[in-house]
């Protein structure tokens, strides 16, 4: 064995919990030792149910799903719908739009209609229109205060 490269061994090292202040001896290569939680006061030892949080972590979760709960809870501002709302205004793709208006949809009022008669599958047989495009229009519509018939899939 080479001298000089092994650290200095402690063979009564001392080990205390900060959390219940128990404290043990063993052997180590540090003289003490600290820990925030140990066998004894840790809950998946004891059968504790508690949360043990030493970072704020849980804290900061509570606080956003609280926060989460009072934005559900707030009733939403009443939107008067505008059936001749173009849809250009709703931020979906130029061509899209251009797709749409080549079946005869111009507008929000045209675009429910659409659906109203035929389903979804009324919108997604327009060429160019897929399932994405058909969702996010739908999205955009109902967060503008529109109506859409539901369709059972």
Sequence with gaps: MREGIHPTWYPDAKVSCSSCGRTWTVGSTRPSITLDICSNCHP???GEQRIVDTEG???????????RGSM????AEVIRA?????????????????????SG???????ISRLQQGGDEAILE?????????TDTKKKLRGRGYELPTTEE
């Design 44 to 46: 998946f030892y004891t």
């Design 126 to 134: 327009i060429r160019g229109i897929g399932r994405k495009v058909l």
């Design 82 to 102: 505008d059936p001749e709302l173009a849809l250009s205004e709703l931020g979906i793709g130029s061509q899209y739009i251009e797709a749409l208006s080549g």
């Design 57 to 67: 972590q849980v804290d900061r979760f509570m606080k956003r799903l609280e926060a």
């Design 72 to 75: 559900k809870a707030e009733p």
């Design 105 to 111: 949809v111009n507008t929000a009022a045209d675009f």
